[in-house]
């Protein structure tokens, strides 16, 4: 958003023109689906002739509704003159990066309206891809403890059975007999 302003003004119409004051949500969403960035950023499918299903219309109105909502005060959310229709697309991508939650690999943009929160969601392949580092060092070090648990013991064993002597003289030779004071 921060830098939207200067693209505005630099991408002044040559092409279909838009009113920024009251953006049609409908044609916001079928440049956004033109454009592949911002597409995948709102887990939106264009159709044969490049514009957004209802479905999606429904869909992307809501979530730039609720993006609006969401950003900080001090984000200008609201826009005035005419420009290149494309531009919608950036302004979309701009609500997302500056308002929304930033998605991994794999995920998109979920609005829930009724609790005005915006979220990432998984496509599916998110699980197969996913690492968790801490995980994987806690069960690395617990392996090598384990490991190096079972070889002191198993030296310890070897060392009692076969009097090696390893650890001192620890354990004594001597068995008492019963009735005889040494």
Known sequence: MRHLILLILCTYAYATTCDLETIDYANMCNECSKKKSCAKKFGINSLLDGSCSSEDNKWFNTSIKTLKQVCEPTIQTTFSGTVDCKILAYVA???????????????????????????????????????????????ITLIVLFLTQSTFNFIIMLNTRFKFGLFGNRYTTIVPVVGKTV
């Open 93 to 139: 991508e701009g609500f997302i990066s500056d308002c929304g939650p930033t998605c991994g690999l794999n995920e998109y943009l979920k609005v829930n309206a009724r609790e005005n929160t915006v979220y990432c969601a998984c496509d599916g392949k998110c699980l197969e891809e996913f690492q968790d580092s801490t995980l994987n060092n806690l069960i």
